[in-house]
């Protein structure tokens, strides 16, 4: 059976009215197709993030789509896991899962909670080209409590559009960097991406 595709056009800027449409429409297959084509992001955050954060910690997965994300931190033994996606069709994918504790519908541009609320955030190819602006990234480091962890991942057209790392050092006196390391994302694309461990100061 053939594979569907995944457009180059993805990773493109679009009003946030068309990325809801490009990922409702997504919903269903999401996880098959980035399955095939070895999408190996969520378990590296998943390792990436464990040395730094405490059992039994509540985790925030920001943009958890069909849950993908969601299933890797659990596997790694973390939560408890709360997920927010501003795309419906794709939270009910992840609600059939009954991975998370907590699971709602977000609205775009709006912070996910109040400020300092998760001791632990998770952004699994969620600040990035063509889905979340770089200033998301400020919603993410405000919703998060002093001392805590946010990872996320930069793909690798991410990186080269630039914006992104710039509103990370835009907020350099804000948070410390725990790790960060280039490596696989979609395999089968040969497209890589940065996971980035951040604690806020």
Known sequence: MAKSGIQPQLWTPRPVAETLQVYTDWADSYDADVGDRGYVTPTRIADAVLPWVTPAVTVLDYGCGTGLSGRALARAGLG??????????????????????????????T???????????????????????????????????????????????????????????????????????HGPHLQESQMGADVLVLRRR
């Not at 997920?83 to 899962?97: F, S, W």
């Not at 001791?119 to 998301?136: E, F, M, N, Q």
């Not at 400020?138 to 790392?165: E, H």
């Open 80 to 109: 408890p896991l709360h997920g927010t996606d501003i795309t419906p069709a794709m939270v009910e994918v992840a609600r059939q899962k009954k991975i998370y504790d907590r699971l709602w519908v977000g609205e775009p541009g």
């Open 111 to 181: 912070p996910p909670c109040a400020p300092g609320e998760y001791p632990v955030i998770i952004a699994t190819g969620v600040v990035s080209l063509g889905a979340a602006p770089p200033d998301c990234f400020d919603l993410l480091l405000d919703a998060l409590a002093p001392g805590g962890v946010l990872a996320l991942s930069f793909n690798d057209p991410t990186l080269q559009d630039g914006r992104y790392d710039a509103r990370l050092t835009a907020r350099a006196d804000d948070l410390e960097i725990l790790f960060r390391e």
